[in-house]
C-alpha cells in the first residue's frame, strides 16, 4: 500500500502593514483548502524593513508554524531578545554566531518532527555571511530528520538552484525567498526534493516588491532617495505547497499557489 501523503506550506515574504493583514485574513482558509499540515512564513518584511515581536505573533496567530527571516532580520531593534526568547522563529543559520537567535529548529507536525532551516545568500548582498553551502552541510548533520526544509533567502536565482542541486536527495523542499517575484519552476528534483526559485510576496499587488511604484521608478531615475512607502490597493498571498512522504521525507508534488483581491 502506498504511503498515505502530507502536505507543507510555505507562504512568501510578508510585505507591510497590509501585506499582514492580508495573511491574518486568508491563511487559516489556505491551509483548509490545500490540507496543509505545516505551515512556513516568512515574515522579514512586516514591517516593510523587519519585523516586530508583536507581528510575529500575528503571524503565528493566523496559522503560521515556524517564521523565517533574511537581511532584515535586524532592521527593528525590538526583534532581539524575541528571537532568543521564541523557539518558533528564525534568522538565516549563516549569520555571524554571536548575533542573536537561531538558524534551524526542529518542530512538532500531525506527522512527527519537521526540520527547518533558514539560510541566506551571498550574491548581490550589502554583508558577508558564512558560506551557505559549506554551512549547509553541518546543520544537516544536527538533528537529523525525515522530513527536512529549506528557506533560502537569495538574491542570485543561480545561488538559489545551485544549493537545490547539492542538497536534492538530502532535504525535502527547499524554496527561494527575497526578491518577491514568484518563478513558474516549481517542480520535483531527480532525487526527491521539492524546489521554486523564489515564492513570491505577501502583500500590495500592484506594487514593486510591495513598494510605491512611483518611489521605485523615481530611484531608478537618479532621483534623491526617500523612505520607502507600501503602495496601496489590493493586496495578494503567493507560496507553494508540496506534497511529500513523511516517512522517507521525499517530496512527490510541487505547485506555486496564488491568492488575490
Not at 103 to 127: E, Q
Amino acid at each position: 500500500m502506498a504511503e498515505k501523503t502530507v502536505k507543507i506550506l510555505a507562504v512568501g515574504d510578508v510585505v507591510a502593514k497590509s501585506g499582514l493583514a492580508y495573511l491574518q485574513k486568508h491563511l487559516r482558509s489556505l491551509i483548509k483548502m490545500t490540507g496543509a499540515s505545516f505551515t512556513v512564513v516568512n515574515g522579514e518584511n512586516a514591517s516593510q524593513l523587519g519585523l516586530t515581536p508583536e507581528q510575529a505573533e500575528d503571524m503565528f496567530a493566523a496559522g503560521a508554524d515556524v517564521v523565517t527571516l533574511g537581511n532584515h532580520t535586524f532592521s527593528r531593534r525590538e526583534i532581539l531578545p524575541y528571537l532568543d526568547d521564541c523557539p518558533y522563529i528564525l534568522r538565516p543559520a549563516n549569520f555571524a554566531p554571536q548575533v542573536p537567535g537561531r538558524g534551524m529548529g526542529v518542530f512538532d507536525s500531525p506527522f512527527g518532527p519537521v526540520k527547518v532551516v533558514n539560510l541566506i545568500g551571498r550574491c548581490g548582498m550589502d554583508f558577508g555571511p558564512d558560506n551557505p553551502f559549506l554551512l549547509v552541510d553541518k546543520l544537516l548533520k544536527e538533528e537529523p530528520c525525515a522530513v527536512t526544509l529549506v528557506d533560502f533567502h537569495a538574491e542570485a536565482t543561480s545561488e538559489k538552484q545551485a544549493m537545490a542541486y547539492m542538497l536534492d536527495g538530502r532535504v525535502t523542499a527547499l524554496w527561494g525567498t527575497h526578491t518577491h517575484v514568484q518563478t513558474s519552476d516549481a517542480a520535483v528534483f531527480p532525487k526527491g526534493t521539492g524546489y521554486i526559485t523564489d515564492l513570491g510576496m505577501t502583500g500590495p499587488a500592484r506594487s514593486v516588491l510591495g513598494v510605491r511604484p512611483e518611489q521605485s521608478v523615481a530611484m531608478f531615475r537618479g532621483s534623491v532617495k526617500e523612505r520607502f512607502a507600501a503602495a496601496d490597493g489590493p493586496c495578494k498571498l503567493e507560496g507553494a505547497v508540496f506534497e511529500i512522504e513523511p516517512s522517507t521525507g521525499k517530496c512527490v508534488g510541487a505547485e506555486a499557489i496564488r491568492i488575490e483581491g
